[in-house]
Structure formats: structure tokens, C-alpha cells
């Protein structure tokens, strides 16, 4: 079934885009009904009245049976816990995650009150009827993050960790470019026909994409060691240099990825840290 409020995207994936747009959130979180009669929600969203709403509107005449989340940032699960005292409907996919996080995104602090009722390990299902959707753990942007696959169609919700608008944030401590990148290989490797961001428009050609959104990081690190070999070796001055007429309410989340950038080629041997400072490791 459908409400004004939902796209239907291919015969069994649905979107509802939450009223949440932001630098960061791009036009909104979209949350994807899986299947027809029996539904599985993914990235319910935000805690916010009108988006569950739309949700139950969605899906009026029929069962939610399972809700996915891919990871705890709050634009992304609160909703879950409201929509299955309503539902009835089990919290399923990442693991329970809360950090206390320097990084500049109010909207992507980890929400406190998502308790699910069982946790996706890599490869482990969860089904309903005409569908299955197969956990793939993609670390990175969260530790917890996982992407689901929709078997009968190719399909692969990605959550934050591959966007249609936008590379994503790797904020640390939990967000780790070394796990973003074997992340982004991992699925270079699989056969998805096209992707569901959290975020953006569908991918839909999806191992192209991937093999760009790596090829940036790459050039990313490069230019960070250019920036280092010239003398300039502080975060707050590489921020305006690489990004370069760019929105500047963006350069605290960017100073957190060129962070991500540091510590991966600290841990790799490449640079070392004094203070503020970062220059090529001896």
C-alpha cells in the first residue's frame, strides 16, 4: 500500500523522507519500507510525531513485522523504540551504541534509547513474507554501522556509510577510516545491484560509485601530505585549504574526517603527533 507521504522505488522498497533537512541530513532521513502486507522499517528516524505518522500511514493496512536500524546516530533510530510500542513490531539490526563524541554534529550525537530486541551479526537474516534482508557489517562511520541486504532484489541499504549526496563523516574515536575504507572495499566486492542511502538519491551503479568514494579518500590523505610537507601541519589551518568553498558550518565535521586521515597514517607509520602539530614520522 501507499500514502501520499511514500515513493515507491521498485516492487518491494518503499521511502519516507523525514522532515529533518540539515547541512548534515541533506533534504532528510529517509526511512525504506520493505515488502507488502508483512514490512520490515529501516532507519525509522527521528523521534518526531509527524514522521511516525507518516510511517503507520504508509503501511495502514498492513503488519510492520520487523524494524532495522544501521546504526545509533539520532537521526536515524529514535523513532524505533515509539513505533514498536505502537507496532508491536521488534527493534532489529546494530548493536546498542553510545559514546560521548567531540565531534560538531548535534544531530548525529548516538541516541541513548535504542535498546534492541536482537542484534544482526555479519550475514545473519532477518525475513518476512516475499523478502530477506541480510545483515553486512560495515564499520567506519560507527563502529555498530550495517547496511541490509534485500536478497529477492539486489538491493543494499546503506545507511550513512555510502551516501548519494555526500562522502560521510568519519568522526572519531568510533569512526575509524581504516575500517571505512576496508568497509568500502568489502562492498566493492559484493554483486548489489543498486543502493538505498539513508541519505541521497538511489545508487545505481553501485561498485562504480564505491570505487570513486575511495579513490576521494585516497586523494584526500594525499593532499593532508602534501599540506604536511609544506609546513602546514594543523588541523584548523588544513580545514580552509581542502575544502575550499565549501559551506562553513561543514569544516568542524570535515576537521573530524581530516582528524580520521591523521590517526590511520599515525597508526600506519606515516606521521606523528606533537600537540596541535602533525608532521611526517621520522
Known sequence: MTSENSVQLSPLVRRITADNPSAFTFTGTQTYLVGHGEVAVIDPGPDEPGHIDAILAATAEERIVAILCTHTHKDHSPAAAPLSERTGAPIIGCAPLVLEDAGPRADASFDRTYAPDRVLSDEETATGTGWTLTAVATPGH?????????????????????????????????????????????????????????????????????????????????????????????????????????????????????????????????????????????
Open 142 to 282: 560507527t563502529s555498530n554501522h550495517l547496511c541490509f541486504a534485500l536478497e529477492e532484489e539486489g538491493g543494499l541499504f546503506t545507511g550513512d556509510h555510502v551516501m548519494g549526496w555526500s562522502t560521510t563523516v568519519i568522526s572519531p574515536p568510533d569512526g575509524d577510516m581504516a575500517d571505512y575504507m576496508a568497509s568500502l572495499a568489502k562492498l566493492e566486492a559484493r554483486k548489489d545491484a543498486i543502493y538505498y542511502p539513508a541519505h541521497g538519491d538511489p545508487v545505481e551503479k553501485p561498485q562504480r560509485f564505491v570505487r570513486s568514494l575511495a579513490g576521494h579518500r585516497r586523494q584526500r590523505e594525499g593532499q593532508i601530505l602534501r599540506l604536511i610537507d609544506g609546513g602546514t601541519g594543523t588541523i584548523e589551518a588544513m580545514v580552509p585549504k581542502m575544502y575550499a568553498g565549501i559551506d562553513p558550518r561543514l569544516h568542524g565535521a570535515a576537521g573530524r574526517s581530516v582528524l580520521a586521515h591523521l590517526i590511520d597514517l599515525q597508526q600506519r607509520g606515516v606521521v606523528a603527533q606533537t600537540g596541535d602539530d602533525w608532521r611526517r614520522a621520522a
